[in-house]
Structure formats: C-alpha cells, structure tokens
C-alpha cells in the first residue's frame, strides 16, 4: 500500500483518480488543485507517491516536479496528462519523474505502474 498525493486542477480527476486508488488499496493521504499547492502539500505530507498533471494553474506540472526533485532527489512522482505536447513530456522526464500516464486514467494502468515503482523501490532498498 502506498500513501500517494493527488495533484490536479480538475476536482473530477482527483475524485476519480483517489477512488481508483483506494479501490485498488492505496491511501489518499491528499490533495491539490494546482502546482505550487502540490509542492507545499509534498513537504508537507511526505507521500511515498505522488500524481500530478502537467498543465495546472500558479505553477504548472512540470515546474512543481522540477522543485520537488531539487529538494527530495528521491522522490516518486507519476505525470498524469492529457497533453500530447511532447517537449513538455520530453521536459517532464528530463525533470525526473518516474512514469507517465495519459487520462483517461485506466485502473489497471495505474495499478500496475504504482507496483513497478514500488518493487523498484524496494529492490533498490535492499542493494
């Protein structure tokens, strides 16, 4: 199980997106509607997981995993998008984050691509 932050500015995306996560037995531990909030919510909260989109309001996507890596190298960060814009993508991954995933949202998408990241962990742990 993992504890994951939801950062979104759609609230239809962070209600679908936290009810998928804990169907599939994650905790929500929060939420934020734009980048900057997302990055105040990670300290903060210290997720072990968190999901963000890429176009958002004050502070966008990439920005927001840019910051947080600078602080916490070891941070686990999923980009959710519906944005086919590949230098942002391309921007995003250079920027650190672990997975992208494009909405809509598929359950068993998201499923495993949490459990990849997780064993990741794990097996980097135990090196």
Do not use: W
């Not at 995306?13 to 804990?22: D, G, P, S, T, Y």
């Not at 903060?44 to 947080?68: A, N, Q, S």
């Not at 921007?91 to 998201?110: N, R």
């Amino acid at each position: 199980m993992a504890r994951v932050l939801v950062v979104d500015d759609s609230k239809m995306v962070r209600i679908l997106v936290r009810a998928m996560l804990e169907e599939l037995g994650h905790e929500c531990i929060g939420e934020a509607s734009d980048g900057l909030e997302g990055y105040e919510k990670y300290f903060e909260l210290k997720p072990d997981l968190m999901l963000v989109d890429i176009t958002m309001p004050v502070m966008d996507g990439v920005t927001t995993v840019k910051r947080i890596m600078q602080k916490d190298a070891d941070a686990k960060i999923i980009l959710l998008t519906s944005n086919t814009n590949t230098e942002k993508v391309k921007e995003a991954v250079e920027a650190g984050v672990a997975e992208i995933l494009f909405k809509p949202v598929d359950e068993g998408q998201l499923e495993e691509t949490i459990k990849q990241i997780l064993n990741k962990e794990e097996r980097n742990g135990i090196s």
